[in-house]
């Protein structure tokens, strides 16, 4: 019974993490059409900030909810203007200026901080069910994930702003002779995106340990989930993410983590084979 | 593509330089420096592979690299079974080649677009990878070859003459051994691109609807590519396991991946020269890199990828090549002019 529940945490875990690490990719690549290659990178900002801000004195919470989010975000403006800006509509050269940007942040980010692992403790220490212990960031990493998909659904349907900037992707013209400036909302929407990400790298930061090239480790988790899911971006999120988190932490708890990876890979490619569309091309379709 | 750049001469005369470079290098350098350009010849193969297939198939490929690892791999598992190395060339090809298919299989027949085709060549190395770093215990290993998981294989016995293991290549030979693989893969991807299967390959790249229209299955033509490039990613896998006599996983890396297209983007997409050219500059400036504290290769190499995309996104080869000819045509315009008319001009001066 204890383990039936441990299971269960588990493998809500292994799916919360895949929505917080997948959910900026969803936006950036689900409103744009833009495969940001540098998702990982901006995670590994977002996991950088939270350590400067940590080291400085901050709270843990404020530096990881407020601080990462804010600073990413803000560099995802700029890298919007600079470089993302110039090559709406060609989705290759996007994703080989992306990769490049990645490559970038990595050398930066290695320049200034070294290649060496820092990291924080995680917080609120553990509790335990039966003869079994649990971290408590754990059930903080679940939390999240809920809250964070329900703030995507309300900013999305609710909001007015959720409803340019849905209107703007699907036909900047009209949003254009409506007064709005599409440059701007793909900004923010960039922004947002961007922000996303760098909360993402924040709430791993404790579990991980943090190095400049942490980003590879996650990119093919995220992208593979986001793609699994297909047009609808908070429905494709959460079922692809429930899907492949199941298969990894089942596979996880069978075998070893490295071939819990393995599966999720392999299942996800050998779906995309029976659902080129994802997995909202096929079932769950006309919703969000 | 200019006319010249697709003629029979610029294949000539860039085997003509080959062979030159093939037959006086030995004489003029040292062996130190064989040793570098062998290890240039061999990634100009891997950047050619890649070359062939985004160049001229359109199949962006973000896992070159697998083919590359898994010809090392192959080379390596089987030459220490085998003892042998005949096998072994030729197993770190079809292994590779065969991958691809399998792998090509699943992208072409799902119709997945490139993009997605990306994805899924990132994540497959990203598995391989993960696969061969976690087989570092004693318990890994196929025959007698232990798979060393992070660690690698060390000591893996180097190339002979076919049929006589005791006669094993030296680090002069394997230089020109290297040369002529790579001479022969530009031939003969030359010769192929020529032929009626090349036309529909890029065919199949330019318009797949007219292409299937036409009565060909496209399908099959990008599959075929893909194997091709596979093929030679996995020779060029197996000389590195060659130069080196070793292999680890980093060679399945990210890293790895993004710098074959680096080459690529960097020497000119859309050419087979180009990617040799931008595989000598960027390896030889990773190496300059390599030497000094001050900049970070991954930010060097991050920087050129982000430029060139933005600003010469066709490469150094065509941009260049433009500039040339339109350096002659200056110089010969007032003639030409009185000749022939401009659109039936000869483009031979081209490049």
């Known amino acids: 019974m204890d383990l039936a529940i441990i299971v269960i945490i588990q493998v809500l875990y292994a799916v919360a993490g895949l929505v917080i690490v997948s959910a900026g990719l969803a936006v950036i690549f689900g409103m744009m059409k833009v495969i940001n290659l540098a998702h990982g990178e901006f995670m590994m900002l977002g996991a950088y900030a939270t350590i400067t801000a940590h080291g400085l004195g901050l709270n843990l919470w404020l ?12 560099v995802g403006v700029v890298l919007e203007r600079l470089v993302i800006r110039r090559l709406y509509g060609r989705m290759v ?63 999305l349907t609710k909001t007015s702003w959720g409803l340019i900037a849905r209107g703007t992707m699907q036909k900047p013209e009209m949003a254009d002779a409506l007064g709005i400036s599409p440059g701007r909302v793909y900004s923010v929407t960039f922004a947002v995106g961007a922000a996303l990400s760098g909360l993402a790298g924040a709430l791993l930061a404790p579990l991980t340990g943090v190095v400049p090239t942490m980003g590879g480790a996650f990119i093919a988790k995220a992208f593979i989930t986001v793609i699994g899911g297909g047009p609808a971006i908070l429905a494709g999120l959460v079922s692809a993410s429930g899907l492949f988190g199941a298969i990894n932490q089942l596979g996880t708890f069978l075998t070893t983590p490295v071939l819990g990876e393995v599966a999720l890979l392999f299942t996800a490619i050998v779906m995309l084979r029976l659902l080129p569309q994802g997995i909202t091309g096929r079932f769950f379709k006309g919703s969000l | 593509m200019t006319a010249f750049a697709s003629s029979w001469r610029s294949a000539a005369l860039t085997l003509a330089i080959g062979v030159v470079l ?36 359109g199949i962006l490929c973000f896992g070159q690299a697998a083919f590359f690892g898994l010809g090392a791999y192959t080379y390596a598992i089987a030459v220490i079974n085998i003892g042998d190395s005949t096998i072994p060339f030729l197993l770190a090809i079809v292994v590779p080649a065969l991958f691809a298919a399998l792998l090509g299989y699943v992208i072409f027949y799902g119709r997945l677009s490139d993009v997605y085709m990306g994805v899924i060549t990132l994540t497959v190395t990203l598995i391989l990878f993960n696969l061969v770093n976690s087989t570092a215990g004693p318990e890994w290993k196929i025959g007698s070859a232990p798979l060393g998981g992070f660690n690698g294989i060390p000591g893996i016995p180097t190339l002979n003459v076919p049929g006589d293991p005791d006669a094993v290549l030296s680090q002069q030979s394997l230089f020109t051994v290297s040369m002529v693989c790579l001479l022969l893969v530009y031939a003969g991807l030359r010769w192929l691109i020529a032929s009626k299967l090349g036309r529909v390959i890029i065919a199949a790249k330019e318009n797949e609807q007219r292409v299937l229209l036409l009565g060909y299955d496209a399908r099959v033509y990008k599959l075929i590519c893909f194997s091709l490039g596979g093929a030679i990613a996995g020779l060029a896998g197996c000389l590195f396991a060659n130069w080196g006599a070793f292999t680890s996983p980093t060679i399945f890396g990210l890293a790895m991946s993004a710098q074959i297209i680096i080459w690529v983007i960097v020497g000119g997409l859309g050419t087979l020269v180009g990617p040799v050219v931008g595989c000598v500059v960027i390896q030889w400036l990773s190496t300059q890199i390599g030497t000094q504290q001050t900049f970070n290769s991954n930010l060097v190499l991050g920087a050129i990828l982000v430029v060139f995309v933005l600003l010469v996104p066709r490469g150094i080869v065509p941009s260049l090549g433009d500039v040339i000819a339109a350096a002659w045509r200056r110089r010969r315009a007032p003639a030409a002019k009185q000749a022939i008319p401009a659109p039936l001009a000869p483009t031979e001066t081209a490049g």
């Open chain 1, 63 to 74: 530096a990881m909810l407020v601080v990462a989010p804010i600073a990413v975000g803000l």
């Open chain 2, 22 to 57: 093939l037959l006086a290098l030995p004489g003029l350098v040292d062996d130190f420096t064989l040793i570098q350009l062998t290890i240039y010849a061999v990634m100009a193969i891997l950047g050619v592979s890649l070359g062939f297939i985004w160049g001229f198939g």
């Open chain 1, 93 to 155: 050269d996007t994703m080989l200026a992306t990769w490049g940007l990645s490559l970038l942040l990595v050398g930066i980010v290695t320049s200034i901080a070294g290649n060496t692992t820092v990291g924080v403790s995680a917080p609120l220490g553990s509790f335990s069910i039966g003869a079994y212990s649990v971290s408590s960031y754990t059930l903080v990493i679940i939390a999240v994930a809920v809250v964070l998909a329900l703030a995507i659904r309300w900013v």
